[in-house]
Structures are given as structure tokens and as C-alpha cells.
């Protein structure tokens, strides 16, 4: 069974880079054929699609968030990473890392997640 762990700072100021990583147990996350996907749900709101790694090493991200956004991955750790420039207090949220089968498009399509972690952005 296949475990993912977030790990990040939990207040962020405004303007500065968001960065969060998960940690991959049970399974590496370059095996065939899924993708490892980041999610967040801002208070009140539903849960919110950023973007993800495939087991290739391919990218892809949410439009409204593509140019603020960057996915990687480090294979020897078996841990993926995002990065969220220049955040803003709408940024607020709780963050969570997911794996999916390739062809999942919502979140109920995802077999494995994280616990999430709260992200606060304020001064």
C-alpha cells in the first residue's frame, strides 16, 4: 500500500514561494503508469486540481495556475516537490499530494493521498 506524506512550512509570507514536498512509501514513483498530483482545498471551497508529475517525469498544470506553478521530482528520494511563486493570502489552503492512474480527471479518480497540510499565507 502505497503511503504519501507533505512536508512544507505552514505560514508563507505574501509574495514569496510557496514549497512543499511529498514523501513516497510503498511504492516509487516512477513506476508505470501513474501520475503524482498536487490538490488544494481553500476554506469552504472544494478541492482544487494544481497540477502533476507523471511516472515519466512529464508536467502538466492547471491553467489559472500554470504560470505561477512548478512540479519536479527527486527519483533517489522518491519524493516530489511544488513550488508555488508569489503567493497571496487566496493561496490559504490545505495542500494535498495524491496518485492517480494516468487517465484519473477528478479527485474521486485518485487511489492514494496524503494527509494534507495547512498553508497559511499572511505578514
Known amino acids: 500500500q502505497v503511503q504519501l506524506q507533505e512536508s512544507g512550512p505552514g505560514l508563507v509570507k505574501p509574495s514569496q514561494t510557496l514549497s512543499l514536498t511529498c514523501s513516497v512509501s510503498?511504492?516509487?514513483?516512477?513506476?508505470?503508469?501513474?501520475?503524482w498530483s498536487w490538490f488544494r482545498q481553500p476554506p469552504g471551497k472544494g478541492r482544487e486540481y494544481i497540477g502533476h508529475?507523471?511516472?515519466?517525469?512529464?508536467?502538466y498544470y492547471s491553467p489559472s495556475l500554470k504560470s505561477r506553478t512548478s512540479i519536479s521530482r527527486d527519483t533517489s528520494r522518491n519524493q516530489f516537490t511544488l513550488q508555488l511563486r508569489f503567493v497571496t493570502p487566496e493561496d490559504t489552503a490545505v495542500y494535498y499530494c495524491?496518485?492517480?492512474?494516468?487517465?484519473?480527471?477528478?479527485?474521486?479518480?485518485?487511489?492514494?493521498w496524503g494527509q494534507g497540510t495547512q498553508v497559511t499565507v499572511s505578514s
Open positions: 495524491a496518485r492517480g492512474p494516468m487517465g484519473a480527471s477528478t479527485p474521486g479518480q485518485y487511489n492514494d
Open positions: 510503498g511504492g516509487s514513483i516512477t513506476s508505470p503508469y501513474y501520475k
Open positions: 508529475i507523471t511516472w515519466s517525469g512529464s508536467t
